[in-house]
């Protein structure tokens, strides 16, 4: 282009005005700014105009210090006890993780789409996928998926290419969020989601409905243990042989944590097992990255439709010498595009790795330790509050592992949720479904005393 021909000053980030992107909007969309596209948003929440900022020009030294200032008016989550369940867990990071994952073969090794590189990663994510089909009971495990809810999608699909059949039951309840996920995957392709109704005074779905709805037509049940109110169904081997009867894929969403108390799905008929394994080594950071757990047992047929990277280990014809590689990667998407079986696109190998350091310096011991500790706190709050008169623990003589579901004695939930806040305590997750309920999670960080003082302001709060 020639020089002078621009007639406004070019910017490398955004090609065009605002006048321009207006008229574009007009013209095409028929709204006159970009801000019509949000009008769903509540008007009192827009930014009327625009941040007070100091004036410039500022050394980056004063720079930082402005903004340090504004981080500090935030709650830091190191100061708030926090009792958010039905996710995301609070979790110790021990320091030599961090050095072990920062090894220059392992941290800056992205494990690229060719099969031959990067060996030091490659051969910690084998070990990732042996310590979780050991876990899980099952015999091949992928690494890895974004999350639990893009897991338990890809679950579902690929359940209905085994099966040739569009229709999903969850035999549980399920987070919002989850759903969410789920009914993006499956609804685009005409697979049909039915969720049975929850039986009365119970936070299982009602018997049945559930064997209503499962028949010939069925491509997967799927089920969570613990669910997402935090409680452990009885009746997990009699819902996969129900599945079972009429050919569909039973699924099985897990804690990965419980797995150091409970049985492995594989024990109960699990074809497939889903799952989070955020709280093995991964900080929450803001509520991401997460690791989305994927497990099935070997069939020749069913391993090419599963989703996501399996790595494998080979060996030399002349040497015999051990190694690893991307094994089936023609699944994925950037090589068959609309044909893959997963759109994972985007590299999760940093916390698959970081669960595969967390679980061998853990052990089976310490990993049983754990597990019962989160079990053991859980069960000595819940004892607490039923204590309380203003607290109404849900569900009391259901089993859980972690989480548990309460009913405060409250008509303001924001406002308690505000003074809990303000006196160091984060009161738990309210309920998609029913915000007056709040899922309790307890975390390896809360110590007794953490335990006896959120009870205690508790009973300060609602009194």
């Not at 110790?92 to 099969?115: K, M, N, S, W």
């Not at 709280?279 to 391993?303: E, M, R, T, V």
Request: net charge negative; with cysteine.
């Amino acid at each position: 282009m020639r020089r002078g021909a621009l007639e406004k000053p070019y910017s490398p980030y955004l090609g065009v005005s605002s006048e321009e992107l207006d008229q574009m909007l007009q013209e095409t969309i028929g709204v006159n700014n970009a801000l019509e596209l949000f009008s769903d948003i509540p008007d009192d929440v827009i930014l009327k105009e625009a941040p007070k900022l100091p004036v410039g020009p500022m050394t980056e030294a004063e720079v930082a210090e402005f903004f340090e200032e504004l981080a500090r008016l935030n709650k830091s989550p190191r100061k708030l006890i926090s009792f958010l369940g039905g996710g995301v867990r609070q979790i110790y990071v021990p320091a030599f993780l961090d050095e072990v994952i920062r090894r220059g073969e392992l941290y800056t090794a992205y494990t690229a789409y060719q099969p031959e590189v990067a060996q030091g990663m490659l051969q910690l994510l084998f070990e990732y996928q042996s310590l979780m089909a050991e876990l899980t009971g099952m015999n091949v495990v992928n690494a890895s998926m974004y999350d639990w809810s893009t897991a338990a999608g890809e679950a579902a699909l690929m359940s209905v290419r085994l099966t040739r059949r569009k229709k999903i039951v969850i035999a549980s309840p399920i987070s919002l969020a989850r759903r969410g996920v789920l009914q993006n995957y499956l609804e685009p392709q005409g697979i049909k989601i039915v969720e049975p109704a929850l039986g009365e005074n119970s936070p299982f779905v009602d018997q049945d409905e559930l064997e209503k709805a499962i028949d010939n037509q069925t491509a997967a049940v799927y089920l969570e243990m613990p669910n997402a109110l935090g409680y452990l169904d009885h009746r997990a081997h009699e819902i996969g042989e129900i599945a079972h009867q009429v050919d569909a894929k039973f699924i099985v969403g897990v804690d990965a944590l419980s797995l150091g108390l409970l049985k492995p799905p594989a024990k109960y008929g699990a074809d497939i097992v889903v799952g989070e394994g955020q709280s093995l080594g991964n900080a929450p950071n803001y509520g991401g990255p997460l690791l989305g757990i994927f497990a099935f047992n070997y069939d020749k047929k069913d391993i090419r439709r599963a989703p996501g990277k399996l790595i494998g280990m080979t060996k030399q014809e002349k040497t015999g010498e051990k190694g690893f590689t991307i094994t089936l990667q023609a699944r994925e998407q950037h090589i068959r595009r609309a044909k893959a079986t997963s759109n994972i696109c985007t590299n999760e190998s940093l916390t698959a790795a970081i669960s595969a350091i967390y679980l061998s310096a853990l052990g089976p011991k310490g990993f049983k330790e754990l597990s019962l500790g989160l079990h053991k706190r859980a069960q000595y709050l819940k004892k607490k509050l039923q204590d309380l008169e203003m607290v109404q623990v849900m569900f009391p003589q259901t089993p859980f592992f972690a989480d548990f579901t309460v009913r405060y004695g409250t008509n303001d939930q924001k406002e308690f949720i505000h003074a809990m806040v303000e006196k160091g305590f984060v009161p738990g997750h309210p309920w998609d479904f029913d915000p007056s309920l709040f899922i309790l999670g307890v975390s390896e960080l809360h110590t007794k005393q953490h335990l006896d003082h959120f009870v205690a302001t508790l009973k300060e709060v609602l009194q």
